[in-house]
């Protein structure tokens, strides 16, 4: 993913204010901003006690995350990051016994301001890979996958994908690794290569398949499976879900706040937040019984 501006994290009390930005407030009903739930939950004395002692005393975690991938994370009408895993995420921080502090800026800052420890925590629809464990480490809290979805009654076949226009958000696991390597596959065998469309965000991807610009998208199963929802008789998902991998919550690399952020999950699982945040997007298949860390193994 990646986005043209960033926004300095503000308290999560205020309002986040943002101009001259994409807001994705159409996609405002798949959502479910933290805040509420967020506010209603204790913290777990075993998590708070594992964080650092910097972090403990600010009493705020600062979270980054894309707010372009929709129904993860999204802006609603106010500017103000949503979504299922912005719920997630403050159930975390809640926890924790912290209260979330969000910057909104592009994907691919996020892992760097984690790593030069401008940001406690990134939540972001992150798949977790082994390359990215070189930079940082994963809280794990979702099985996912990749799904394609192109125009209904369409014949695309992502097995069979040479010499078709993709359309996918810049910077995503899609773009780096998957698309490529199709590509290449392609070329290798004497046929065209895929014609990859870049977006910085989700919905401009997704709006190129239904204007004709794209043949298909290539997203995660749950991006893919609003979107499909939410423009039924426009667009079908094609092909089987491929490439489970697990999400993330990202942390710096080989810190105290890794194993909090862990423990605080965990707590969640076992409380039955997680799994109710999860039902109610509609995603509970992938639900985790164990909060991992690092389960990527490629």
Known sequence: MKIRYAVPALAAAALLTLT??????????????????????????????????????????RI?????????EFKDADGNPTGWGVELAEAVSAKLGLEPEWEILGFDSIIPRIQEGALDMGSSSFTDTVERQKSVDFVNFLNAGTQW????????????AC????????????DTEELPAKSKACTDAGKEAIE????????????AVVDGRADAFSADLPVTG?????????????????????????????SDTTKAVQAALQSLIDDGTYLKILTAAGIEAGALDEATINAAKN
Do not use: H, M, W
């Open 20 to 61: 001259g930005c994409v807001n994705n407030a159409e996609s405002e009903g798949s959502g479910t901003g933290g805040g509420a739930q967020a506010s209603s939950i204790e913290a777990d004395q075993a998590a708070v006690d594992l964080l650092p002692d910097e972090l403990r005393e600010s009493g705020v975690l």
């Open 64 to 72: 980054g995350t894309d707010a372009e991938y929709p129904p993860n």
């Open 149 to 160: 979805a192109a125009a209904t009654g369409s014949d695309v076949d992502p097995d069979n």
């Open 163 to 174: 010499g078709l226009t993709i359309a996918v958000q810049a910077t995503t696991v899609q």
């Open 196 to 207: 990859v469309l870049r977006f910085d965000g989700q919905p401009e991807a997704t709006q």
């Open 226 to 254: 609003d979107a499909v929802a939410k423009l039924s008789g426009q667009l079908e998902t094609v092909g089987e879900v491929f490439d489970a991998a697990p999400y993330g919550f990202a942390t710096q690399k080989d």
